[in-house]
């Protein structure tokens, strides 16, 4: 695919834009989508519609009276800032579940927020090491959604087989999302946008990051993987996550992964520049080891 400045690489499906830097350079080949697909061995269909919605009749849901807000909560504030965003240092980030297309609510309800899609100008730069990335254009306040992470949707022995077959070199997009439920259970989500996925394929990773994932919830159980701005983020700079889901967790333990079993793996440096870099990519050998 030669890309012409001012391509876009969202080919026209998303609600904003987001243009090639440099028209010179090409991309890989892939399929853009802006949800997830279903892929081999997914436990579940990322279009299937599996919750029941609220009957609250107002432009904007209230906690009093909206079934959804009543089970799960608020996650939002009238600004659309994600509620959870207090920086605190923590490994979790908690689950958000908006109201959807079962609900009566209209679409301008403020626990409508990732399905929206994107709301910033995003532009995508080609340069150094890290290869292919992903900066804003304008101001992004502290806790607003930037976009989404999607992607194939695959079960674990695909994950597996994935990161086996990958040469050295091969750029490795699979992330694998752990969530702890009640009972000590854990729902695990591996999306892997190599071959269909959408722009947040482009994001890159820092140990100091300014985005943080969160799994959000609408019309499926499989969770929208969704990024939020952490602080307060100027037009220009990159957007980049953890690969690992931390987010502001600097702590000696946090840091520093064990090496035990990820010696054996070729790890791919890091190249994020920040002053706690831990000089590799984060690796999730246990994706390796299960089965």
């Known amino acids: 695919m030669n890309l012409m400045r001012g391509y ?38 990322p279009s299937e519609i599996t ?59 403020k626990n409508r927020v990732v399905q929206r899609g994107l709301e910033y100008r ?25 976009c989404q992470y999607a992607g194939e949707v695959i079960g674990l022995a695909e994950a597996r087989r994935r990161l086996q077959s990958q040469k050295p070199g091969d750029m490795n997009y699979l992330i694998a999302v752990k969530e702890h439920i009640d009972g000590g259970k854990m729902i695990e989500t591996f999306v892997d946008p190599a071959v269909v996925g959408n722009v947040g394929r482009f994001l890159n990773h820092s140990c100091q990051p300014n985005l943080f994932m969160v799994p959000v919830r609408v019309n499926s159980v499989v969770p929208k993987l969704a990024l939020f701005a952490g602080r307060d983020i100027l037009a220009g700079e990159e957007l980049m996550y953890d690969y690992s889901g931390r987010y502001k967790n600097v702590t000696e333990k946090a840091s520093v992964q064990e090496t035990t079993d990820i010696d054996l793996v070729e790890r ?24």
């Open 8 to 45: 876009d690489v969202c080919c026209g499906l998303e609600n904003l834009a987001v243009y090639v830097e440099r028209g010179e350079e090409s991309l890989l080949q892939f399929e853009y989508s802006p949800e997830h697909v279903s892929g081999p061995g997914a436990d579940q269909d």
């Open 51 to 109: 919750y029941l919605g609220c009957d609250c009749m107002s432009t904007s849901c209230r906690p009093d009276s909206c079934s959804c807000l009543q089970h799960h909560g608020e996650s939002y504030h009238e600004n659309l800032c994600l509620r959870d965003c207090e920086g605190k240092e923590t490994d979790f980030s908690r689950p958000v579940f908006e109201c959807n297309v079962m609900c009566k609510c209209s679409e301008a309800c």
């Open 122 to 146: 995003l532009q995508m730069f080609k340069g150094g090491p890290k290869g292919w990335g992903l900066h804003t254009m304008e101001f992004i306040p502290k806790g607003r959604f930037v």
């Open 268 to 291: 791919k440096p890091c190249y994020c520049g920040a002053e706690t870099c831990s000089g590799f990519l984060p690796f999730d050998i246990s994706v390796m080891n299960s089965g």
